[in-house]
């Protein structure tokens, strides 16, 4: 079946430091990729998607590469801010355009 | 571009008793989901709609909630009769050619 698996947090890091979430995935087919970003009191955001293989979705400084042959789709930042904070949601879209999420890793970002 | 409404935002009810929540899609967007966020959990799929027509109901309890979309435009949820465990978020989305938007949500407490 499909299914979408995220490293658990939280993941606390420093303002300035690298950022990386872990995703991995198991799908049927070819699926889309996305993150999803939660702020606290906010609804699901979109912030970025690959849709086929070796694609980078980029948005807002976070990048994250379809990786077919490792199944993953980790999530990265250069240098993180106070304002990243939040829970971020990995999903894969199947072929029946429905999503399906990850458990979410909350990111918490000390200045 | 007005996004996905839904009403009301909060909700406290007793176990036993029943809710219903309103979803209004970006217009134009065919398909529509209903997904439940547990605290510290991912968005989980109760039932997708391809305009009026269910696509998947497959993880909706049916002995207890229930869903339409008259019209294919809007779209309710009822829980009937509820229970501690159904406390969430009920979250809607809708899409269109794999871009997905998500409302804010209504919060469910039962207590």
């Known amino acids: 079946g499909n299914s979408v698996t995220q490293m658990e947090g939280p993941v606390t890091l420093s303002e300035e430091a690298f950022l990386t979430i872990n995703c991995t995935y198991t799908?049927?087919?070819?699926?889309?990729l996305f993150w999803y970003v939660q702020y606290p009191g906010e609804g699901l955001q979109l912030l970025l998607k690959?849709?086929?293989?070796?694609d980078k979705g980029s948005n807002k400084g976070f990048e994250a590469t379809y990786r077919k042959e490792t199944t993953s789709f980790h999530l990265e930042k250069g240098s993180v801010q106070v304002s990243d904070s939040a829970v971020y949601f990995c999903?894969?879209?199947?072929?029946?355009?429905?999503?399906?999420f990850g458990t979410g890793t909350r990111l918490q970002v000390f200045p | 571009e007005a996004g996905v409404a839904q009403s009301p935002r909060y909700k406290i009810i007793e176990k036993r008793q029943s809710v219903a929540f309103w979803c209004n899609p970006i217009?134009?967007?065919?398909?529509l989901y209903w997904y439940q966020q547990i605290l510290g959990q991912g968005p989980k799929l109760l039932i997708q709609?391809?305009?009026?027509?269910?696509?998947?109901d497959s993880q909706l309890p049916k002995d207890r909630f229930s869903a339409e979309r008259l019209k294919g435009v809007d779209s309710t949820l009822k829980i009937q009769p509820a229970k501690l465990e159904d406390s969430a978020v009920y979250l809607c989305?809708?899409?269109?050619?794999?871009?997905?938007?998500f409302g804010s949500g209504t919060r469910l407490t039962v207590v």
């Open positions: 989305a809708s899409s269109f050619n794999y871009g997905y938007t």
């Open positions: 799908a049927t087919g070819y699926p889309s």
């Open positions: 690959a849709t086929k293989a070796d």
């Open positions: 999903a894969l879209g199947t072929y029946t355009d429905k999503l399906i």
């Open positions: 217009s134009g967007h065919a398909t």
């Open positions: 709609f391809q305009n009026n027509g269910v696509v998947d």
